[in-house]
């Protein structure tokens, strides 16, 4: 199926609300407490939440899209999004949540079953995992509806280099469009969560 989706260079919210939105930004952490790579880890995370955004904007204008409450609240990091189930139309939706957990416990078996790292390992990059899962999950799916993405170098934790987006041939999102908008779009749904246990997301929360 193919979609085209004009981009204009702002960005409002269907209910907007400011003050909220403040509210999910990370705790102030001075440089000097945080390792060097720890910083670049973080840097590539936050990025990763940028993207994923960026990712539930567009989808949303051809789905509906329902993001639940995270067990627990980011501080050094932006937050990245419960997604619990994509509807495509009334007869077609994804439970995200199931998939993912059966694709991460699926490549971690994996990975511990070939030697290539330990149980322990293993255990701990279901997180990573799981984030990155979403995110390929989400790229297919923008794919499908005429959009490439470019990465430059995806890592363990998130996306480092430039990352841009086409539709049809054309650019969409340079990598500073995703990191602006994309923050945006994650403080206004990781604010408007802390409030209720589930959101929905539809073509007319963003007006882009």
């Keep these: ?31 000097e407490e945080i390792p060097r790579f720890k910083g670049k880890q973080i840097e590539a995370m936050n990025f990763q939440s940028d993207l994923q955004a960026i990712f539930i904007a567009i989808l949303s204008k051809y789905t509906t899209i329902s993001i639940g409450r995270p067990h627990r609240m ?48 293993a255990k701990r990059r279901i997180q990573p995992t799981k984030r990155r899962e979403v995110m390929r999950l989400l790229q297919d799916f923008i794919s499908e509806l005429g959009f490439l993405v470019v990465v430059e170098n995806e890592t363990v934790e998130g996306y480092e280099g430039k990352v841009t987006i086409y539709q049809n041939g054309s650019l969409l999102f340079n990598t500073q469009q995703i990191r602006d908008f994309g923050n945006q779009i994650n403080q206004h749904l990781a604010s408007s969560i802390q409030t209720a246990t589930s959101i929905t997301v539809t073509k007319d929360s963003f007006i882009f």
């Design 1 to 31: 199926m193919q979609a085209n989706l004009h981009f204009d260079p702002t960005l409002t919210f269907a209910e907007q609300s400011t003050k909220s939105s403040s509210q999910t930004l990370p705790k102030k952490i001075k440089e």
């Design 74 to 121: 980011s501080h050094m990091t932006k937050q990245f999004l419960k997604i619990k189930e994509i509807e495509f139309n009334r007869f077609d939706s994804i439970n995200v949540l199931q998939f993912i957990q059966t694709r991460s416990k699926e490549q971690a078996q994996h990975e511990f079953a070939t030697g290539n790292t330990s149980k322990k390992t």
